[in-house]
């Protein structure tokens, strides 16, 4: 019986692509590095960890530098955030929105998704097993995590054990587990 749904955030429950697009680029040409384009954000930073990109795009610099970077110049992209057709009517149509206690963010694992560190994490905080939560992702690198984790994985906009391009589709799918 599932008694859990885990969200992943950027690309399900907001749209932070361009936020971070714009903060990443901010932050190359701060440290006085060459900016890059849609294309190379999408395919090689965009959904993978930071540590596994910052060498490639950073060389010679701590990443705790980049980081604290990063940390102080947030506020300046959050109009570029934007919030995901029906996140709160589903949320609330589900009688959900207020169960959202447990919040894991990307700094709180050593490894980045596909790794499926952040889902043990959820698991351990939640107090279940795999077989009691599903996980809401829109990359294939929440797909791996999600298999390598034996979580059965919603696919949002992309396939899965099951797949919704509508958060909205939740409903008719969590009737099912």
């Given at each position: 019986m599932?008694k859990a749904?885990?969200?992943?955030m950027?690309?399900?429950?907001?749209?932070?692509?361009?936020?971070?697009?714009?903060?990443?680029?901010?932050?190359l040409?701060?440290?006085g590095?060459?900016?890059?384009?849609?294309?190379e954000?999408k395919?090689?930073?965009?959904?993978?960890?930071?540590?596994e990109?910052a060498?490639?795009y950073?060389?010679?610099?701590?990443i705790?530098k980049?980081?604290?970077?990063y940390?102080?110049?947030?506020?300046?992209?959050v109009?570029?955030?934007?919030?995901?057709?029906?996140v709160?009517?589903?949320?609330?149509?589900?009688?959900?929105?207020?169960y959202?206690?447990v919040?894991?963010?990307?700094?709180m694992?050593?490894?980045?998704?596909?790794d499926?560190?952040?889902l043990?994490?959820?698991?351990?905080?939640?107090?279940?097993?795999p077989?009691?939560i599903f996980?809401?992702g829109?990359?294939?690198y929440?797909?791996?995590?999600?298999e390598?984790?034996k979580i059965?994985?919603?696919?949002?906009?992309?396939?899965?054990?099951?797949r919704?391009?509508?958060?909205?589709e939740?409903?008719?799918?969590?009737?099912?587990?």
């Amino acid at each position: 019986m599932i008694k859990a749904i885990v969200f992943d955030m950027d690309g399900v429950l907001i749209d932070s692509f361009t936020a971070w697009f714009n903060r990443f680029n901010n932050t190359l040409k701060h440290f006085g590095f060459k900016q890059i384009d849609l294309e190379e954000f999408k395919n090689h930073i965009w959904a993978i960890n930071f540590a596994e990109t910052a060498n490639k795009y950073f060389p010679g610099m701590k990443i705790d530098k980049i980081r604290d970077y990063y940390f102080k110049t947030f506020e300046m992209f959050v109009k570029d955030i934007k919030k995901i057709p029906n996140v709160k009517k589903i949320l609330e149509r589900l009688n959900i929105l207020q169960y959202f206690s447990v919040i894991i963010g990307g700094e709180m694992v050593k490894k980045g998704k596909p790794d499926p560190e952040i889902l043990f994490v959820a698991l351990n905080k939640l107090k279940m097993k795999p077989e009691e939560i599903f996980y809401v992702g829109d990359t294939i690198y929440d797909k791996q995590a999600s298999e390598k984790a034996k979580i059965k994985f919603i696919g949002y906009k992309i396939d899965g054990d099951e797949r919704v391009d509508d958060l909205g589709e939740l409903i008719n799918i969590s009737k099912t587990f």
